[in-house]
């Protein structure tokens, strides 16, 4: 391993570490509000949403709404129609699995 790349290695963990380090350090005795609490409740669901929906509507960069062109809109309607039905992470998960699966083979 060259000296840059363990600078590099050295450097992203730097800058991976500090953004959950330090709010830690300086929030860890501060009273929060419940309102800010409540508020921040919704980001990972927010952030979740934003990354299935991206993976789910765009394929190469572009948005793309036909079913034939993107094989991922088919199993995204059977994960939902089942994780309703169920209540089930794991039944979701397997429906999706197996739904793209099929689709792409198919398709």
Known sequence: M???ALILIIGMS???FLP???PILFLSKKEISPSLSRWMSYIPVSVFAALVASDVF???GAF???PLQNVKLLPSIFVIIVA???KSLLWSMITGIISITLLS???
Do not use: G
């Open 2 to 4: 060259t000296s840059q």
């Open 14 to 16: 730097i800058v991976t």
């Open 20 to 22: 959950r380090f330090l």
């Open 58 to 60: 765009f394929v190469d």
């Open 64 to 66: 793309a709404m036909q």
């Open 84 to 86: 309703l039905k169920t």
């Open 105 to 107: 083979a198919i398709l």
